[in-house]
């Protein structure tokens, strides 16, 4: 089946740093995701991306759509504490449902102690 | 105004128990997905409907069925419990099935631990 490489795993921050994650696929998506879950709540869409090549901001966060359609990136600029938690990809399908998302594994940001 | 909200919460079953969730959607959301997120994982789709309908099914077992009401709320049910379905099950609802924009609003989901 189809799969989401995301990496890094799992990071630390220290407050004021730039943060950058991706994900890579073998398949093509017309849409790629950033979603952000925090401890006992559900995913919060960040940001939607639609055409390839396609690069928008919301605040600090940046990604972008690769233009082979088969990967993204997420930079955070500035990280703050509540920055904390754990960062998804996740592509959508071409003539998918709009419930048809593929997620990838996760980046878990953690402030540096 | 509410959110997704599921019930319950938390809950323990033992293996070969039926279990049932439930699960309302932002209200004038008509479509509303299931997904399964097992510790350390991404979620990972199992349903979606839209007007009462299944529109998607993902790779899950029989074992699991799910409905929505006429008031768009829905129910997920698993029965004969495994020890693997011990997971965070989330519901996710949209305004519309058509645009397929993936921008999905989940709720806290509920914890099932299968003993």
């Known amino acids: 089946g189809q799969q989401l490489n995301q990496s890094p795993q799992s990071m630390f921050i220290q407050e004021g740093e730039d943060v950058s994650m991706n994900c890579t696929s073998s398949?093509?998506?017309?849409?790629w995701l950033w979603y952000k879950q925090d401890p006992g709540e559900g995913p919060v869409l960040l940001i939607a991306l639609y055409k390839a090549g396609e690069l928008t901001s919301n605040g600090r966060l940046t990604a972008q759509f690769g233009i082979t359609r088969k990967d993204s990136f997420l930079n955070i600029s500035a990280s703050i504490p509540s920055d904390v938690g754990i960062y998804f990809c996740?592509?959508?399908?071409?003539?998918?449902?709009?419930?048809?998302?593929?997620f990838g594994k996760g980046t878990k940001l953690s402030v540096k102690p | 105004d509410a959110g997704v909200t599921q019930s319950p919460t938390h809950l323990i079953k033992t293996r070969g128990q039926h279990v049932t969730l439930r699960c309302s959607p932002i209200?004038?959301?008509?479509?509303v997905s299931w997904y399964q997120q097992v510790l350390g994982q991404g979620p990972q789709f199992i349903f979606q409907?839209?007007?009462?309908?299944?529109?998607g099914r993902g790779n899950f077992p029989d074992r699991f069925s799910a409905r929505q009401f006429p008031n768009y709320s829905s129910e997920l049910n698993v029965n004969a419990l495994l020890l693997g379905d011990s997971a965070l099950y989330l519901c996710?609802?949209?305004?519309?099935?058509?645009?397929?924009?993936?921008?999905?609003?989940f709720g806290e989901g509920s914890r099932l631990t299968v003993l």
């Open positions: 409907y839209y007007e009462k309908e299944e529109r």
């Open positions: 996710a609802s949209s305004l519309r099935l058509a645009g397929n924009t993936g921008e999905l609003f």
């Open positions: 398949s093509i998506f017309n849409t």
């Open positions: 996740a592509g959508l399908n071409y003539g998918g449902s709009q419930g048809n998302l593929i």
């Open positions: 209200s004038g959301h008509k479509s």
